[in-house]
């Protein structure tokens, strides 16, 4: 019998499309619409050129030239593979924390509560694939449905680089035409089997009773089967552990790497991950900015510092710092590509201390409780409350409100004052 399903699509699953030789064609341009397959021995990957003469991953390099005479075989950058999948993951965090990653280039996600922030589930998926194709150059296909297991079969239908949205209360219509292969857990013996007794689609395996698919494929697999077959999957996303860091990325096109284009882009970015930061109720110590130029060269740089912070213009001033430091030594880089924050080591906001104790290493700007601090820290507070009630555009820091003379507005400090906790 079939489980309850939710009364709506919101589980995404995310697939970057033949991800190892999608990067390799992204890292050497000249082998774009071009068969190849990254390994040797064996094919590890192969691009979708490669695929349409019937190359697939774990095959014989002898059986795959001998499918694609004019194959080119090309070694892996698995460094970069991590990167870029690390990335995807990324670009999903700005959409939802509820995130489940299940290799290094798939992830579910559910958008249940970003709804509201972010539109429809379809246009949550629509804006992911917008965002991985400009930020990581690579295609991802999406699947939306209402379990776990239809969204990964709509991601595979929606192959390649495509979006399949399965809406409740039309699973079924869409899974029964498929071929059985397409369920999680059907391999090429299992699939024979099925097609010994006739069972080619999904849908003349969920008509099959569950005592006959027990003994044609024993009692856990068929039992399996024929409840995935319904649609019959209770999974929730399986978040982990706790979320480590919080980030968020831009790509730039080519800009010329100054000060103003810093200031601006990591600006808009920390204010985004500062607010997420204070929707979690979290703070970090750990800051992290990386800066990409043209050629996909990549540089991080990071500061640790003796306090946590979720203040979006202490962010945002650490984040420039950090990245005049990383231009500062690479010279002859006059262009960037990508710039990106992220914040780690966290803690719960609520443990915070706001010491008044001076530290003449470090910037006081950046400490919590001083008068500049905490006017900052309660300036936060009022625009996350305007924006809980009106939405996020209806306030932001203008260009940053980066000040020379670093002063803040009475009302603010007054404000502060009021709001400091006890023992402070």
């Not at 297991?149 to 498929?178: N, R, T």
């Not at 069972?199 to 008509?207: S, V």
Request: hydrophobic residues 45%; neutral net charge; charged residues 25%.
């Amino acid at each position: 019998m079939a489980m309850p399903k939710a009364q709506r699509a919101t589980i995404l699953h995310a697939d970057l499309d033949s991800f190892y030789a999608s990067v390799e064609q992204l890292l050497d341009p000249t082998l774009l619409g071009r068969p190849i397959a990254v390994g040797g021995g064996v094919v590890l990957a192969a691009s979708y050129e490669a695929k349409a003469f019937g190359v697939q991953g774990g095959m014989s390099g002898r059986r795959a030239q001998e499918l694609c005479p004019g194959l080119e075989f090309v070694g892996g950058h698995f460094s970069e593979y991590q990167r870029l999948g690390d990335e995807m993951v990324d670009v999903l965090r700005d959409f939802t924390p509820v995130i489940e990653r299940i290799s290094i280039d798939e992830a579910f996600l559910d958008v249940t509560g970003s709804v509201h922030l972010f539109g429809p589930p379809a246009q949550i998926a629509s804006e992911i694939r917008r965002r991985v194709r400009v930020e990581l150059g690579l295609p991802v296909s999406v699947g939306v449905a209402t379990t776990k297991h239809l969204a990964k079969v709509a991601s595979q239908v929606a192959k390649p680089d495509g979006l399949v949205v399965v809406e409740a209360g039309e699973e079924q219509e869409f899974l029964d035409p498929l071929p059985v292969e397409l369920l999680w857990g059907v391999g090429p013996a299992t699939r024979e089997r099925l097609a010994s007794r006739g069972i080619r689609t999904i849908g003349a395996l969920a008509a099959t009773s569950p005592g006959t698919l027990r003994k044609l494929l024993g009692n856990a697999v068929g039992t399996k089967l024929g409840s995935l077959a319904a649609n019959a999957d209770p999974r929730r996303i399986e978040t982990g552990a706790r979320v480590r860091s919080v980030g968020a990325q831009s790509a730039l096109g080519r800009r010329v790497a100054d000060e103003r284009v810093l200031r601006g882009a990591l600006g808009f970015l920390a204010d985004r991950v500062a607010s997420r930061l204070r929707a979690k109720g979290r703070a970090g110590r750990t800051v992290t900015v990386r800066v990409r130029f043209t050629g996909l060269r990549s540089v991080t740089r990071s500061v640790t510092l003796p306090w946590a912070i979720s203040v979006t213009l202490t962010l945002a001033e650490l984040g420039v710092d950090l990245a005049l430091s990383a231009l500062a030594d690479h010279p002859s880089e006059r262009e960037i590509t990508l710039l990106a924050i992220s914040v780690s080591n966290l803690v719960p906001e609520s443990a915070l201390q706001l010491e008044l104790e001076l530290d003449t290493r470090v910037d006081q700007r950046h400490r919590p409780g001083t008068a500049a601090g905490a006017a900052r820290w309660a300036s936060d507070r009022a625009v996350d409350a305007v924006r809980d009630r009106f939405g996020r555009d209806a306030v932001g820091y203008g260009d940053v409100m980066f000040r020379d003379d670093r002063g803040v507005p009475d009302a603010f400090r007054e404000l502060a004052e009021k709001e400091l906790p006890d023992g402070r």
